[in-house]
């Protein structure tokens, strides 16, 4: 699986828009993006994955550039409680193993 | 619903002992996935099991197994436990062997002394 590259940490202001980048640049064709985030004491939750297209659930917002190799996952209107570390991941789907890199640290501050 | 739920959810041991941690999947889930996290780190994949069946296992030594039961519940073993193994134990639970979705339990807090 192709391996990732994330700032180690980021603050956000509580109620704005939490942008959190992700670089992918060895991502093959058929590698899908994965974020999790895993909030202090707890398991890692999934959040939203795409393999092309920008993705939207309720949770988040993926935007995959055109050449696939950065995403930004977009919390669009942060509350203190997204307060976590936020895993950027890329794998295929051949099985369901995930490789967890560091991580973006996001602190929402009031 | 239940969510994943594993147990102990705590647990001491000492330099050269065994220790045997567990996990209830989702409801249907027949995927059963485990994740060692040692403390500042992302979670580092141990083994996948799917119908009872080994479908992955990570760069751990041999000293480190699991199984599958027939009720898609899984057990992780660890022999010989080292102060290294200190960890918090995730598994993860999906509906198949290669599902977009999975979700973690808990965990187990393992210390080693």
């Known amino acids: 699986d192709a391996k990732t590259t994330q700032p180690p940490s980021m603050d956000c202001a509580e109620g704005r828009a939490a942008n959190l980048p992700c670089n992918h640049s060895t991502i093959s064709g058929n590698e899908y993006v994965y974020w999790y985030r895993q909030i202090h004491s707890q398991g890692p939750q999934y959040i939203i994955h795409?393999?092309?297209n920008n993705e939207t659930n309720e949770m988040a917002s993926l935007i995959i550039t055109e050449d696939r190799k950065s995403s930004t996952l977009i919390l669009p209107h942060a509350t203190l409680r997204d307060t976590a570390v936020y895993y950027c991941i890329v794998r295929n789907n051949a099985g369901n193993m995930l490789t967890f890199g560091g991580g973006t640290r996001l602190m929402v501050k009031p | 619903d239940a969510g994943v739920t594993q147990s102990p959810t705590h647990l001491i041991k000492t330099r050269g002992q065994h220790v045997t941690l567990r996990c209830s999947p989702i409801s249907g889930h027949k995927s059963v996935s485990w994740y060692q996290q040692v403390l500042g780190q992302g979670p580092q994949f141990i083994f996948q099991?799917?119908?009872?069946?080994?479908?992955g296992r990570g760069n751990f030594p041999d000293r480190f197994s699991a199984r599958q039961f027939p009720n898609y519940s899984s057990e992780l073993n660890v022999n010989a436990l080292l102060l290294g193994d200190s960890a918090l134990y995730l598994c993860a639970s999906s509906l198949e062997a290669a599902s977009y979705e999975q979700y973690f339990g808990p965990g187990t807090r393992l210390t080693v002394t």
């Open positions: 099991y799917y119908e009872k069946e080994e479908r």
């Open positions: 795409g393999l092309k």
